[in-house]
Protein backbone atom coordinates (compact mmCIF):
# COMPACT_ATOMS: atom_id res chain seq x y z
CA UNK A 1 0.00 0.00 0.00
CA UNK A 2 1.49 3.19 -1.13
CA UNK A 3 1.30 6.54 0.90
CA UNK A 4 -0.35 9.48 -0.28
CA UNK A 5 -1.08 12.57 1.50
CA UNK A 6 -2.86 15.85 1.19
CA UNK A 7 -2.01 19.47 1.67
CA UNK A 8 -4.75 22.12 1.84
CA UNK A 9 -3.03 25.73 1.44
CA UNK A 10 -5.57 28.55 1.67
CA UNK A 11 -3.30 31.09 1.05
CA UNK A 12 -0.72 30.42 -1.09
CA UNK A 13 1.50 33.53 -2.22
CA UNK A 14 4.95 34.01 -4.48
CA UNK A 15 7.58 34.58 -1.51
CA UNK A 16 9.99 37.22 -2.62
CA UNK A 17 13.45 35.93 -1.02
CA UNK A 18 16.30 38.34 -1.02
CA UNK A 19 20.07 37.87 0.12
CA UNK A 20 23.03 40.19 1.65
CA UNK A 21 26.12 38.35 2.18
CA UNK A 22 26.65 40.65 5.75
CA UNK A 23 24.59 42.90 8.08
CA UNK A 24 26.50 45.82 9.11
CA UNK A 25 25.35 47.68 12.28
CA UNK A 26 24.52 51.11 11.34
CA UNK A 27 24.76 50.79 7.67
CA UNK A 28 22.38 50.44 4.81
CA UNK A 29 22.72 47.01 3.72
CA UNK A 30 21.54 45.88 0.27
CA UNK A 31 20.05 42.71 -1.08
CA UNK A 32 22.35 41.25 -3.58
CA UNK A 33 19.55 38.59 -4.96
CA UNK A 34 16.28 38.27 -5.11
CA UNK A 35 14.10 34.83 -6.06
CA UNK A 36 10.37 34.52 -6.66
CA UNK A 37 9.40 31.40 -5.26
CA UNK A 38 5.82 29.88 -5.36
CA UNK A 39 5.02 28.71 -1.98
CA UNK A 40 2.55 28.40 1.56
CA UNK A 41 2.82 26.55 3.83
CA UNK A 42 0.91 23.68 2.72
CA UNK A 43 2.88 23.91 -0.27
CA UNK A 44 6.62 23.85 1.34
CA UNK A 45 5.30 20.46 3.27
CA UNK A 46 4.18 19.05 0.40
CA UNK A 47 7.78 20.00 -1.66
CA UNK A 48 9.44 18.16 1.65
CA UNK A 49 7.18 15.29 1.62
CA UNK A 50 7.97 14.58 -2.24
CA UNK A 51 11.78 15.01 -1.05
CA UNK A 52 11.41 12.07 1.01
CA UNK A 53 9.26 10.11 -1.45
CA UNK A 54 5.65 10.37 -0.30
CA UNK A 55 3.23 11.11 -2.86
CA UNK A 56 1.47 14.10 -2.82
CA UNK A 57 -1.56 16.02 -3.53
CA UNK A 58 -1.78 19.91 -3.19
CA UNK A 59 -5.26 21.52 -2.84
CA UNK A 60 -6.77 25.12 -2.08
CA UNK A 61 -7.66 27.96 -3.60
CA UNK A 62 -5.31 29.70 -6.17
CA UNK A 63 -5.28 33.10 -7.82
CA UNK A 64 -5.80 33.06 -11.50
CA UNK A 65 -3.15 36.24 -12.10
CA UNK A 66 -0.46 34.39 -10.43
CA UNK A 67 -1.09 30.19 -11.17
CA UNK A 68 1.36 29.65 -13.73
CA UNK A 69 4.15 29.37 -11.52
CA UNK A 70 2.51 26.98 -9.25
CA UNK A 71 1.75 24.84 -12.00
CA UNK A 72 5.07 24.56 -13.32
CA UNK A 73 6.50 23.71 -10.11
CA UNK A 74 3.75 21.03 -9.82
CA UNK A 75 4.52 19.60 -12.74
CA UNK A 76 8.26 19.58 -12.45
CA UNK A 77 7.64 18.09 -8.91
CA UNK A 78 5.37 15.58 -9.99
CA UNK A 79 2.65 17.08 -7.17
CA UNK A 80 -0.57 16.40 -8.12
CA UNK A 81 -2.31 19.55 -8.18
CA UNK A 82 -6.11 19.97 -6.93
CA UNK A 83 -6.49 23.55 -6.66
CA UNK A 84 -9.31 25.56 -7.17
CA UNK A 85 -8.65 28.24 -9.26
CA UNK A 86 -10.15 32.01 -7.88
CA UNK A 87 -9.80 35.52 -8.73
CA UNK A 88 -6.71 37.39 -7.73
CA UNK A 89 -3.29 36.87 -6.99
CA UNK A 90 -0.71 37.28 -4.11
CA UNK A 91 2.86 37.64 -3.48
CA UNK A 92 4.39 37.58 -0.08
CA UNK A 93 6.88 40.55 1.26
CA UNK A 94 7.46 38.95 4.86
CA UNK A 95 7.54 35.81 6.39
Known sequence: MSRRVATITLNPAYDLVGFTPEIERGEV?????????????????????KDLGIDVTVGGFLGKDNQDGFQQLFSELGIANRFQVVQGGRVSTSS
Open 29 to 49: NLVRTTGLHAAGKGINVAKVL
